[in-house]
């Protein structure tokens, strides 16, 4: 018997339990790396049982390293290699995106990668769009096989589904503990064909028997535990994750199967899985023979009722999808990434005004900007006014063109790092207006404004107006902040 298998894209089949080595970087945290003979010889051995998919990325230790020698064996066994270009926030030209995924080829000693996912930190710096548009261009050159995302959230897959880049597949966490990825997510993803590639399905190994009546550890010293201890105490802590463990062995019971087999079971039949992703510790342990067993069983009416009845004493993880790396709680085996985040270079330099010892402001390269003499934002004092903004990217690129919330979306980033830039923050928002060219956009804009202010809530007004200067702008937004942040 080997896995089910899934077609994640036009000539793109996969198995459904895609093999993570994503613990390649634990196991040589302390400065040995894994033979790549070694390595590749395990992942052959996954292969020939039909666990022919693997997923990494360039920063998982030597992940792209051992399987390149895998993929340049001369009798190895079919298999697919998905990994994911993670760059710090900068500017993403023809040439930098071309050398990050070079880099990835000559690792995987491939000429074409099946699938390059790609994972952006800050959504308010938006060359994300600049990086996507390249790699759909290396796409076209015959470099990559399909395109994907890594930790996108719903609002910014949107904005690139709009602009037309071909997207196969977003990865993001989901399990018994986390099921942001269910709800609006997959309704976009099931609407648009973007299938999603899950990790996190076991919580670090949290969902399983051994931890079925454990006291709570005081302290978890894998990066993966680390991570997914965080994930238990924002659903409700130890006794919440005791309440899923015991509806899932219920559930395991009536089918004879494990705890585990339960969780990545429930997984694997959202109707926008194509495949969960399990980690793999090369040449120490592996479970292939109980993850068979996943296909031996479906999860009835009686199963969801038990299981839903657990989730309904568990608090929803905040957020969307990606979330945790982006925003506080900051659900990473780290911790809090606000340090990392706030050194990330501000998008637009600041310039003090000539005469004025407290005011500076900010342009973001706009064509207008020195044509009517204004400015993106200024800051008196700890004052600052963002101009109204509308969705243009770059030289004059329409974003979202038809689309009220995608515009909303890039705006509200560009309203946020025009604040950084000026040493805010959006949490500083003290008042916002909104202007609608079409007053039927309210409830979506309003959504997407609720995203963003839900926890902070401004000031707020909406208008309808008869026209906004240039074709097929839908909003524009303006707002106001109050920091006593120094700047």
Known sequence: MKPERSLLAPGLEISRIVT??????????????????????????????????????DHYGSAEVITGTLLASSDRPAARAFTKWCPPPGPMTAAVVREGVMRSMDRLQVPCIDL?????????????????????????????????LANFDTAHLRVLLSEGIPIASNQVCMSLLDRRGTEAMAEL???????????????????????????EP????????????RFIDAVGGWSALQTVLRAAQAVGQ?????ISNVATRWVLEQ?????????????EREHRADNLKLFDFVLDAEDHAALNAAFSITRRLPGDCGDEYRRP????????LSHHLESVAPLWPRCRVPGHANRWTIDSGSVWEPLAGYARAVRVGERIMVSGTTATHGSGQLIGQGDAAV???????????????????????????????????WQAVSAVHGHYFGDIRPANTMLAVAELIGNGYRVEIEAEAVTDSAI
């Not at 040995?32 to 022919?52: E, S």
């Not at 996507?132 to 399909?146: S, W």
């Not at 005081?218 to 201890?229: G, H, I, L, Q």
């Open 218 to 229: 005081a302290e978890v010293n894998d990066w993966s535990k680390m991570k997914y201890r």
């Open 20 to 57: 993570g080595l994503w613990q390649v970087a634990d196991m040589e945290r302390g400065g040995t790396l894994i033979d790549p003979q070694r390595g590749a010889a395990a992942m052959a051995d996954y292969a020939r049982a039909g666990f022919d998919t693997f997923d990494m990325a």
């Open 271 to 283: 109707p926008a899985v194509a495949a969960v992703i399990l980690g793999a510790r090369l040449g």
């Open 407 to 441: 515009q909303a979306t890039y705006i509200l980033d560009k309203i946020e790092a025009s604040i950084k830039a000026l040493g805010g923050r959006l949490q500083d928002v003290v008042r916002t207006r909104i202007y609608l060219t079409d007053v039927a956009d």
């Open 254 to 258: 009536r089918h004879g199967v494990s």
């Open 116 to 148: 390059m996912q790609f994972h952006w930190w800050t959504f308010d710096d938006p060359r994300y769009i600049d990086a996507m548009v390249e790699l759909a261009k290396l796409r076209e050159e015959g470099l990559i096989a399909h395109l994907g």
């Open 189 to 215: 993803c099931l609407a648009h064909g973007v299938r999603l590639l899950t990790y996190g399905v076991l919580g670090g190994g949290f969902l399983s028997e051994k931890w079925l009546g454990a006291a």
């Open 329 to 336: 709680p900051f659900l990473t085996a780290s911790g809090d």
